[in-house]
Each structure stands twice: as structure tokens, then as C-alpha cells.
């Protein structure tokens, strides 16, 4: 029985950090398409918050999932650390960066299935 209940969490735990992954692509999808200036900064806790996703006692884990995930894509270059302060790091994307356009071009699911396969030129 704790098998079947660790399988269930593992899987709960995946669809979840994918749902994570979408809502935060829709976050910048929309600041994006939003955007006046040629830079547009977040925190984690924004993407969490302006969503009105989880409950307060949800919203911490589901903020260091999002970090997790804009860590990730620091890392390859489509975002980057604009300030590290006490509260934590502000994230920034440039209108210059190629992954602007491709925020702007395609659905948050099909970014998703880029990021995974790493065919981002």
C-alpha cells in the first residue's frame, strides 16, 4: 500500500511542477504582451500571488517551485537576475531576448514542449 501511495505522490508531485511551469509561462506570456518598456521584472512571489492560485498556506511551496523553475531558465540564458535583496531575487526578461519573441509568438503549453526538448534556437 505505500507503493501505490508513493507512486501517487510522485505523480501528483510531476503534473504539479508541470502546472507550475504553465501557469508561470502564462504569467510572462502576459507581461509580455503587456509590456510599454523593453523590460519587464517579477519576483516569484508576484507570479504566485497575481494568479490567485493556491491558498496562503499553499502559496509558500508553490513560490519555491516557481523560483526552482526561473532558476532553470536563468541558467539557459532567456532570464536574468536583475537584484538579489532580503526579500529575494527580481528576475527581468529584456525585449531583446530571443525568448521574448517567443513568449509573444507562441501558447504557453507549445514554450513548455520547447523548453523540454530544448529546441529553442
Do not use: C
Not at 48 to 69: E, M, N, P, S, W
Amino acid at each position: 500500500m505505500a507503493d501505490i501511495r508513493t507512486l501517487s505522490r510522485a505523480y501528483n508531485d510531476k503534473t504539479d511542477s508541470i502546472r507550475i511551469k504553465l501557469i508561470t509561462l502564462r504569467f510572462l506570456r502576459d507581461q509580455v504582451q503587456n509590456a510599454r518598456g523593453n523590460l519587464i521584472t517579477f519576483r516569484p512571489s508576484k507570479v504566485a500571488q497575481d494568479l490567485h492560485l493556491y491558498g496562503r498556506q499553499d502559496l509558500r511551496a508553490k513560490t519555491v517551485l516557481i523560483r526552482a523553475f526561473l532558476d532553470d531558465l536563468v541558467q539557459r540564458g532567456y532570464i536574468t537576475i536583475i537584484k538579489r535583496s532580503a526579500r529575494g531575487k527580481v528576475y527581468g526578461l529584456y525585449k531583446n531576448n530571443k525568448f521574448w519573441d517567443i513568449l509573444s509568438a507562441y501558447e504557453p503549453d507549445k514554450i513548455l514542449e520547447l523548453l523540454e526538448s530544448e529546441k529553442i534556437p
